[in-house]
C-alpha cells in the first residue's frame, strides 16, 4: 500500500481518502462498513450529523498490522461471489 507514505502524520480522515482510488484501503464502501460493524476496521468518530472521520494513527494501525493480506482475501473473495452470482456476506454486492 505506497499511498501511506501520502496520509498526514496526525488528524482525522474522511472516507473518500482512507478508500481507494485516492486512499490506500482498496475495498467498496459496503465493504469498509461490515468491516467497521464487526470489528475488523477501526470505529469512525462523528464530528456532526452529516461528518464522520477516523483517525490517521488507527488507519496507519490497520495498515500496518497485516491488514494488506486480509484486504486480499476479502477482495479475493468478493471477486469469488460477484462471479457466482451469490449475495455478497460482506454486505451489498460491491456495486459501490
Known amino acids: ?34 468491516g467497521v460493524k464487526d470489528g475488523r476496521f477501526p470505529k469512525p468518530l462523528k464530528l456532526g450529523a ?5 483517525r490517521v494513527e488507527d488507519i496507519r494501525e490497520l495498515i500496518e498490522n497485516g491488514a494488506e493480506a486480509q484486504l486480499a482475501r476479502i477482495q479475493h473473495s468478493s471477486q ?17
Open 50 to 54: 452529516r461528518v464522520t472521520v477516523w
Open 1 to 34: 500500500m505506497s499511498n501511506q507514505s501520502q496520509l498526514p502524520a496526525t488528524g482525522l480522515l474522511r472516507l473518500r481518502q482512507i478508500l481507494s482510488p485516492e486512499g490506500p484501503i482498496p475495498v467498496s464502501k459496503s465493504t469498509w462498513w461490515a
Open 80 to 96: 469469488l461471489f460477484r462471479r457466482s452470482g451469490l449475495p455478497n456476506p460482506g454486505g451489498g454486492q460491491g456495486n459501490d
